[in-house]
């Protein structure tokens, strides 16, 4: 079992930045590749970032390429997520979500550990 706990979320203007956190506990969570999904108000979740198991791949949704950044640390159990340049429609609800497989798509799997999420948002 491995639980994740969400952090970093607040309000923010246009083009300034934010950095989540996404903390887990239990299982070795080195052994879990992470995410990073989020759901704006009326709209279905969707993917924004991934990473494999010890960091040596991401993967990005094209909305947020070249502006987020996805890391980890297994030795302190944490995934982040740098935003920067962050534009209105980025506003969410930012989900942290493990999984022992990696995949390097946008879809939104059935991951199998999800956080409660954070809220960002971003005025213009």
């Known amino acids: 079992q491995v639980q994740l706990v969400e952090s970093g979320g607040g309000l923010v203007q246009a083009g300034g930045s934010l950095r989540l956190s996404c903390a887990a506990s239990?299982?070795?969570?080195?052994?879990?590749?992470g995410y990073w999904l989020r759901q704006a108000p009326g709209k279905e979740r969707e993917f924004v970032a991934s990473i494999s198991w010890i960091g040596g791949s991401t993967y990005y949704a094209d909305s947020v390429k070249g502006r987020f950044t996805i890391s980890r640390d297994n030795a302190k159990n944490t995934v982040w997520l740098q935003m920067n340049n962050l534009k209105p429609e980025d506003t969410a609800i930012y989900y942290c979500?493990?999984?022992?497989?990696?995949?390097?798509?946008?879809?939104?799997?059935?991951?199998?550990?999800w956080g409660q999420g954070t809220q960002v948002t971003v005025s213009s």
């Open positions: 239990g299982r070795s969570f080195s052994t879990y590749a």
């Open positions: 979500a493990a999984d022992a497989a990696y995949y390097t798509d946008t879809h939104v799997h059935e991951y199998d550990y």
